[in-house]
């Protein structure tokens, strides 16, 4: 293979041209309740209203480095009181919005009370109206519009003229393409006082999400604001021979690897400018094609002899071959698989490629090329719904010599005894917990990622926080489950004791 791209084959940077990164943006107001409920202190002398305020500081934080060409924010925190409703707008630079959410966070309880709480009556209907202007004042395609109500109070209006004015007004929010969500952050909200009959105007159902702590109301907007996958544009030559018709469609990656850019640092901490290599430069590079036959060296090609070998006809995109049985298994996996949609969803030829897939169980196999010149890969695409709409699961077939199948090991029939079961059942349950990604950081990610924070917002450097795993407390919840295993079963390193005293006694002279 190629020496300079050893693992060009699968590469995740290769882009057609014209590529388009993320959908049309998803803006969400996240309307904040002043209510006296929310400044109520909890069990841990925290106030939901600070909660909510850390959680927005959370957001925008984790969307400071975000892969985005935005500098203005994604999000519009709203408070729901009579003057001043706007805390950020979707127009404000992000930088300023960070740095405002953190310094409201950190304020007092009573402070905060103080400055926000809400003294008289409070017309909901005015404030669902100013919501739905905040939308309106951005000039832009919509891909999606939320508004997120963060309130414990369950029933904001008891005047039957004053409820009347509010089911009009959240009428209103199916025809502007707005979806109502509402977020209590304590368990005894009552949602028959008002907003069932709230819901029961709207197009989508109501969807009980209690947050009763900072943690849970973050994870919440951030599911519902940051972009997890990519998009980009791909062609699909499903017509023998004829490259002329295409089907237009994009390329789906549900996973996205965290990327940081110019963030390199040297060893005493400077800054590493990273720049783009001229094109030029590369034309003398020297190439070789290595070789596994005795006694014969590399051959070399330099940078024309190697776009000559590369090249072919084949058009940028998935170019079908033909249909067939599925030959990768389920957990087969080679590079990063990748989702097919149409970019037309009324698109006939789509759909109708998908429906006799589905029905005949078959997949389509493609030769995909995304560089010219570039290496072609065999994939074939499987039909899935994802998100209520057809696509096809692009994996890549893998060559004989990337196939390696575990070696065959003969093991003996294993007893059966109850009494081992039953350890081994109790060491699992000591050792089953829920997963967080937080719980392994990368050391080295959150230093680059502090260091480009402090540049950004002006502010001294914080050494990222290291998670350590609390190794008395791990060895008393595990202590119980650990003695049964060794009580019932013979451990290698005590068959090890073992065979080594026996042959130190056979080889003992007499």
């Known amino acids: 293979m190629w020496r300079n791209e050893e693992n060009s084959d699968n590469e995740e940077d290769d882009e057609i041209p014209e590529t388009e990164k993320n959908f049309k943006p998803t803006f969400v107001v996240i309307a904040i309740d002043t209510h006296p409920l929310m400044f109520r202190k909890k069990e841990d002398n925290s106030i939901p209203f600070k909660d909510c305020l850390s959680a927005c500081y959370s957001l925008a934080d984790s969307l400071l480095l975000a892969p985005s060409n935005r500098s203005w924010n994604q999000f519009a925190v709203l408070l729901a009181k009579e003057e001043s ?8 630079n992000l930088i300023d919005t960070v740095k405002l959410l953190k310094t409201k966070a950190g304020l007092p309880n009573k402070q905060l009370a103080e400055e926000y709480q809400r003294k008289g009556e409070f017309d909901l209907a005015g404030f669902l109206l ?18 997120i109500y963060i309130t414990d109070d369950d029933e904001p209006v008891q005047d039957a003229t004053k409820k009347f004015t509010v089911f009009n007004e959240i009428k209103t929010f199916s025809g502007n393409q ?44 951030t599911s519902a604001v940051v972009m997890r996958h990519a998009r980009r544009k791909m062609l699909f030559y499903p017509f023998k021979g004829d490259t002329s018709r295409t089907l237009n469609c994009y390329k789906l990656d549900f996973i996205r690897t965290s990327a940081l850019i110019n963030s390199r640092l040297t060893k005493d901490g400077k800054p590493v400018k ?26 070399k090609f330099d940078s024309y002899e190697k776009n000559c070998i590369m090249d072919n006809t084949l058009p940028l995109g998935l170019t079908l071959l033909y249909v067939s049985k599925r030959s990768t298994d389920i957990g087969y996996v080679l590079g990063k698989p990748f989702f097919l949609m149409s970019r037309d ?38 039909p899935y719904t994802v998100n209520n709409s057809p696509m096809f699961l692009v994996k890549y077939i893998p060559f ?11 093991y003996p029939e294993p007893e059966t005894n109850e009494t081992k079961r039953e350890a081994v059942r109790e060491l699992v349950k000591s050792l089953t917990f829920d997963f967080d990604v937080k719980m392994i950081p990368d050391p080295c990610y959150l230093k680059k990622k502090e260091y480009v924070k402090s540049k950004l917002l002006e502010e001294p450097r914080e ?21 049964m295993i060794n009580k019932n079963f013979v451990l290698v390193e005590d ?16």
């Open 495 to 510: 068959r090890k004791r073992k065979t080594t005293a026996s042959t130190s006694r056979a080889k003992k002279p007499k």
């Open 345 to 382: 969803k009324d698109d006939v030829y789509f759909k109708k490629f998908w429906q006799n897939c589905v029905e005949k169980e078959r997949v389509l196999v493609c030769a995909l090329k995304q560089r010219q010149p570039g290496k072609i890969r065999y994939t074939e695409l499987i």
């Open 400 to 410: 004989a010599t990337e196939i390696i199948l575990p070696k065959k090991t003969d």
């Open 178 to 221: 707005i979806d109502f969500q509402i977020i209590p952050t304590t368990s005894d909200f009552n949602y028959s006082k008002f907003y069932n009959e709230l819901f029961s105007l709207l197009d989508n159902p109501l969807v009980e999400v209690i947050c009763e702590d900072e943690e849970g109301l973050t994870e919440k907007l």
């Open 274 to 299: 990273l720049t783009g290599e001229d094109g030029d430069e590369l034309v003398d590079a020297t190439y070789y094609f290595r070789t596994k036959a005795p006694g014969r060296d590399s051959i």
């Open 463 to 483: 050494e990222p926080i290291g998670v350590a795993f609390a190794n008395e407390a791990l060895d008393k919840l595990l202590e119980e489950a650990v003695n």
């Open 130 to 147: 100013a919501c739905k202007k905040v939308f309106h004042d951005i000039k832009t395609a919509f891909y999606k519009r939320t508004l």
């Open 85 to 92: 409703p706007c805390l950020t707008e979707f127009r404000d």
